[in-house]
Every structure is written in C-alpha cells, then in structure tokens.
C-alpha cells in the first residue's frame, strides 16, 4: 500500500524535477549564473553601509517612542571575507518597564528588518520591581555602497 500510495508519485516527482534539472545544464552555457542567483537579491535588500548614522537614529528612534534612553554603547564593524557584506554589532543596556523595553525591540525588528536581535539579557533587581535592566546585542547587516 505504501509503495502505490506514496513512494510511486514521489519518485514521478523525483525524475520530472532531475528532467528539468537536465534541461536546465544543457540550455544555459558552462559556468553562467542565473539572473537571479541565491542571496544576490538579499544583498541587494540590505541597505548600504554609507546609512549607518541613519540606522542608528531610527534605533534611537524607537528607544524614544518607547520612552527609554540609550546613554551609552557600543559598535564593532566586522567585514565578511566575501560578498560585499559589514555587520555592525551594536550593544547597549536600557531600562524601563519589561513591555516597553519589548515594544523597543519589536519596534525596531519592524523598522529595520536587516537588523537581528543577536543578544538579549533580563535582569529584575526584585520581583516587585517593575523595571527591568536589558543588556541588549543588535547586529545591523549592510553592503558595500556602489
């Protein structure tokens, strides 16, 4: 039943998916790349390192609409090897109230979607108190300009 039901359609599928691979190898000449080769239109999307104050404002931004203050930080640049890309590692501690300390973050994920949310630490001096210090790790992701 197993062979009918499942394996037989999936090794159709299996063979017509190798046919176009096939058709593919032979219709476009050695060693071209496809129009839109995998990650080229993610780098595109990334915005360009000459934006980095801009960026860091929106994130003040966001601190600001979420009543919190940003008194001190800090950054790393670190250049990939390859493909154009610099990641800015940018650390900082806030606080406030938890949920406003998370409206911060959500807000600035939405706002600056080629930032990632790479460190988070919570800390409650007591279980009353209704703030919270946040250690917090972004990691902001840019090209090279053109």
Do not use: C, N, W
Not at 35 to 47: D, H, I, K
Not at 70 to 75: E, F, P
Not at 132 to 140: C, F, G, H, P
């Amino acid at each position: 039943m197993f062979l009918i039901s499942t394996y037989l359609p999936l090794a159709r599928e299996v063979a017509e998916l190798r046919s176009q691979v096939e058709t593919q190898r032979v219709e476009s000449p050695a060693g071209a790349r496809p129009a839109s080769a995998p990650g080229t239109t993610l780098l595109r999307s990334l915005p360009p390192r000459t934006r980095v104050p801009s960026l860091l404002g929106v994130l003040l931004k966001q601190a600001d609409a979420a009543h919190l203050s940003i008194d001190t930080g800090k950054y790393e640049a670190t250049a990939l090897k390859s493909g154009g890309v610099t990641s800015y590692q940018v650390s900082f501690p806030v606080s406030g109230p938890y949920p406003q300390v998370r409206q911060f973050i959500d807000a600035t994920l939405t706002a600056l979607p080629s930032v990632a949310l790479s460190e988070l630490s919570l800390t409650r001096k007591t279980i009353g108190d209704g703030s919270v210090e946040a250690q917090i790790r972004l990691t902001l992701f840019t090209r090279e300009s053109p």
